[in-house]
């Protein structure tokens, strides 16, 4: 076996040092990566999507769809990591975070929750928007049917109970696969989508929240117009002003490589371009 010598530690400057004493090998799983879209057909679909039925949908509802059809087209991504091994999913549920505003956050200020959209990719996106509507309503008043009561349950508990009731639950829910009296199956959902554009960020990364198991999580950054090319169908190209929309995605490794990431990345996009492939069919 071949050794290697050690550099001394007189030749290392004081950061390196110090980033030596401080951390320990990396564990994390996670790979992240950005595409930026024209959002031209997208805002377009939606204000069709708008005229045509009265519900009012965003890029957010856009977006939680284009992702659950893509995995529901690739269910061997689909999954849950347990005990070493990769399980399918049964249902595509998205899990959307949820900004509560001052008036319904707890004092001192802003509040994150989130609601689950069951089945997102059997719904259309009408659908989406209009659940999502009133299940947010149902959270600002404090009723919510789904994460409301274990909210409550969880609020009453010191901190030094929390930890391990959340490390038992996890257990229990993912690791075993039992279901908890009191608590809802998959609260997380099995994959999630979060917007930071709605507070005018365009880059950010989120992280993979561990007691979730999401193998995905997609952050839509803020709409901006910028300069793009636009190609005709001669093949033609132009530059023009289009409005630009960043999307930026957290994987677990675990349950995808850089391939599968690479055509999953390509199909959303794919049903972003071209929305009227999220349409249910007639």
Same mark, same amino acid.
């Given at each position: 076996?071949?050794?290697?010598?050690?550099?001394?530690?007189?030749?290392?400057?004081?950061?390196?040092?110090?980033?030596?004493?401080?951390?320990?090998? =990396?564990?994390?799983?996670?790979?992240?990566?950005?595409?930026?879209?024209?959002?031209?057909?997208?805002?377009?679909?939606?204000?069709?999507?708008?005229?045509?039925?009265?519900?009012?949908?965003?890029?957010?509802?856009? %977006?939680?769809?284009?992702?659950?059809?893509?995995?529901?087209?690739?269910?061997?991504?689909?999954?849950?990591?347990?005990?070493?091994?990769?399980?399918?999913?049964?249902?595509?549920?998205?899990?959307?975070?949820?900004?509560?505003?001052?008036?319904?956050?707890?004092?001192?200020?802003?509040?994150?929750?989130?609601?689950?959209?069951?089945?997102?990719?059997?719904?259309?996106?009408?659908?989406?928007?209009?659940?999502?509507?009133?299940?947010?309503?149902?959270?600002?008043?404090?009723?919510?049917?789904?994460?409301?009561?274990?909210?409550?349950?969880? &609020?009453?508990?010191? =901190?030094?109970?929390?930890?391990?009731?959340?490390?038992?639950?996890?257990?229990?829910?993912?690791?075993?696969?039992?279901?908890?009296?009191?608590?809802?199956?998959? =609260?997380?959902?099995?994959? &999630?989508?979060?917007?930071?554009?709605?507070?005018?960020?365009?880059?950010?990364?989120?992280?993979?929240?561990?007691?979730?198991?999401?193998?995905?999580?997609?952050?839509?950054?803020?709409?901006?117009?910028?300069?793009?090319?636009?190609?005709?169908?001669?093949?033609?190209?132009? %530059?023009?002003?289009?409005?630009?929309?960043?999307?930026?995605?957290?994987?677990?490794?675990?349950?995808?490589?850089?391939?599968?990431?690479?055509?999953?990345?390509?199909?959303?996009?794919?049903?972003?371009?071209?929305?009227?492939?999220?349409?249910?069919?007639?």
């Amino acid at each position: 076996m071949r050794t290697f010598k050690a550099r001394p530690a007189a030749e290392l400057s004081l950061f390196r040092r110090l980033a030596l004493a401080t951390w320990d090998d =990396p564990r994390d799983p996670s790979i992240r990566g950005t595409v930026e879209l024209d959002a031209t057909a997208a805002l377009a679909h939606l204000e069709a999507l708008h005229a045509r039925t009265g519900q009012r949908a965003t890029l957010t509802h856009l %977006v939680g769809r284009a992702l659950a059809v893509a995995l529901a087209e690739r269910p061997e991504l689909h999954v849950l990591v347990r005990r070493g091994r990769l399980y399918p999913r049964e249902d595509v549920d998205i899990f959307f975070q949820v900004a509560l505003t001052e008036a319904h956050a707890p004092p001192g200020g802003c509040d994150l929750t989130g609601l689950v959209i069951r089945g997102a990719d059997r719904k259309s996106l009408a659908d989406i928007a209009r659940e999502f509507g009133e299940r947010v309503e149902e959270v600002r008043r404090g009723c919510d049917p789904q994460l409301g009561p274990t909210r409550r349950r969880l &609020a009453a508990l010191s =901190p030094a109970l929390l930890r391990p009731l959340q490390a038992a639950l996890d257990i229990l829910q993912y690791r075993l696969g039992l279901r908890v009296p009191g608590f809802p199956h998959a =609260p997380f959902g099995s994959a &999630a989508v979060t917007n930071l554009g709605m507070f005018g960020v365009r880059w950010a990364y989120a992280p993979l929240f561990p007691p979730a198991h999401w193998p995905i999580l997609l952050l839509v950054g803020a709409v901006k117009p910028r300069p793009w090319i636009v190609e005709d169908d001669d093949g033609d190209a132009r %530059v023009e002003v289009r409005p630009v929309l960043p999307l930026h995605a957290t994987l677990d490794h675990r349950a995808l490589d850089g391939v599968q990431a690479a055509r999953l990345s390509a199909r959303i996009e794919e049903l972003l371009l071209h929305p009227e492939l999220l349409e249910l069919p007639a």
